[in-house]
């Protein structure tokens, strides 16, 4: 039996009282504030956001250093990105997240290469100065084409006072003013990732743009030039969305992070448009080359053809008739292929339910992609997100949807325990979890080792992507603890 729009509403709050009473006062009264119920015409979620996680209890969120090295600064592949601190930060984030480049690892890219200053005792004793300019020196000896260093500060290096600017400073005098930029990323700074991709934004602010304007490569504009900015090309996502914005006429001049270079970032400053995907990483280098260069901006969304297409327009508007001629041939191009996809995976897909819980823009993005194969999103979440996040969530989200801020392990499985979704996506911390649950999962951070999703060719993947997780036969040969309990 299907339960009525205000049933959901009752079951998802009473839901929401049932966690709180496992919690001791103090915590009920803080974790209260970050879990709701959508209601529709509200003009946003009604969570609170961007708040220190409760100690002691789980927390998926990242830190500041993850922030700037493993999303903003790491993807940028001609620069050696130097942790600078204990080894343990710098091995977990050289995994990367599949931000997909050109070039040639060790030569002109060294987006998966980890490089680290390997802090010992001595060093938190002495300080890590001197270790810092020899690593810069042997990475000049050992890497001699790389294009720029940065440095991604650690929480010891904050704690003991490291002048990693004075290290900058003089290495780039003896490298010819090569471009070394400090970046104080310590994981303790702010309360999630969130605040390390302000930093990393305000560090290239300070030391690409506002120090590097007058080294930057020299080309000729034209009307139609525009940036890429907050797409980290997971799986080849920036490519796929760069294909459908140079065929509706516009020139790419710029993409970062992913498969980004540092000319592309100086030279940034001289597009028309800069088009942001990943809202909560970048806005705020797009607001200040606004305020600074003159450069509107607009947020896009490529997830699935509708969204693909208000988004096609929206940046089309921005131009004149050539380039939104340019945005309906191309929507009229792939319509055929997109309708094919549909067809083949929505019978298939129509009416399944859907958990998320991600970080950056995917609690929202995604949404449409879903609804383009009947799937509908119940439940939804930020593990960083700020209150514009959720602002901009409540336009997209069904009445009655359950949110979810910063949500801990015990919520999360405790929600889908009671409701019981056809499919979960979040990440590498709750994939196994759900999936020894016997729900099916997508790792929706990095595409589950697939992808792109972004784009027209993005979506023909993402939707057999949900359709092989979600009617994978392997369910069928497993049996999740809720009907063990009740067989």
Not at 347 to 370: C, E, F, N, T, W
Request: aromatic share 10%; glycine share 10%.
């Amino acid at each position: 039996m299907s339960l009525t729009a205000d049933d959901v509403k009752k079951r998802n709050q009473g839901l929401i009282e049932e966690v709180l009473k496992a919690y001791p006062e103090k915590t009920v009264k803080k974790r209260a504030k970050h879990l709701n119920v959508f209601e529709e015409g509200k003009p946003d979620c009604g969570v609170k956001s961007n708040i220190k996680s409760v100690p002691g209890v789980m927390t998926i969120r990242g830190c500041a250093y993850a922030g700037s090295k493993g999303v903003v600064w790491g993807p940028i592949k001609d620069m050696v990105h130097i942790s600078h601190g204990p080894v343990g930060c710098g091995q977990y984030s050289w995994g990367a997240r599949r931000n997909y480049y050109a070039g040639t690892t060790g030569i002109e890219s060294f987006v998966t290469m980890q490089f680290t200053s390997d802090f010992q005792e001595k060093d938190i004793v002495f300080g890590g100065d001197k270790k810092l300019a020899q690593v810069i020196d042997e990475v000049q000896t050992l890497f001699p084409l790389n294009n720029g260093i940065s440095i991604q500060s650690e929480c010891p290096i904050g704690l003991i006072g490291d002048d990693i600017e004075a290290v900058a400073k003089a290495k780039s005098q003896q490298y010819a003013g090569k471009t070394i930029v400090p970046v104080r990323c310590e994981g303790f700074r702010g309360v999630s990732q969130s605040l390390g991709h302000h930093i990393a934004n305000d560090s290239i602010r300070d030391w690409i743009f506002d120090k590097g304007q007058s080294k930057a490569v020299p080309f000729e504009g034209t009307p139609y030039d525009v940036a890429i900015i907050g797409d980290y090309n997971i799986g080849g996502d920036a490519w796929a969305s760069r294909i459908l914005l140079e065929e509706m006429g516009l020139r790419v001049i710029a993409q970062w992070s992913g498969d980004g270079s540092l000319a592309e970032l100086k030279n940034s400053p001289k597009a028309r448009l800069n088009v942001l995907h990943c809202y909560r990483s970048m806005n705020y280098i797009a607001r200040y080359m606004e305020e600074t260069f003159g450069i509107p901006w607009v947020e896009y969304n490529f997830f699935g053809p509708t969204k693909i297409e208000e988004s096609l327009r929206r940046i089309a508007a921005q131009f004149d008739d050539r380039i939104q001629e340019g945005a309906e041939r191309v929507i009229a191009s792939y319509q055929p292929r997109m309708q094919a996809v549909i067809d083949k995976y929505r019978p298939r897909l129509a009416g399944k339910k859907v958990m998320l819980y991600v970080g950056g823009l995917r609690p929202r993005h995604v949404i449409g992609a879903y609804e383009d194969l009947g799937m509908e999103v119940i439940g939804t979440g930020y593990e960083f997100g700020h209150n514009d996040d959720y602002q901009r969530t409540a336009q997209d989200v069904q009445d009655g949807t359950l949110i979810y801020d910063d949500i801990t392990g015990y919520e999360f499985e405790k929600f889908v325990d009671t409701i019981r979704p056809d499919l979960v996506g979040a990440g590498i911390k709750e994939k196994y979890v759900f999936q020894k649950m016997g729900v099916p999962f997508r790792q929706m951070h990095s595409w589950d080792y697939s992808g792109p999703y972004h784009g027209y060719d993005g979506f023909a993947i993402f939707a057999r992507d949900m359709d092989m997780a979600i009617n994978n036969p392997v369910w069928g040969l497993s049996r999740a603890p809720w009907k063990e309990m009740r067989d």
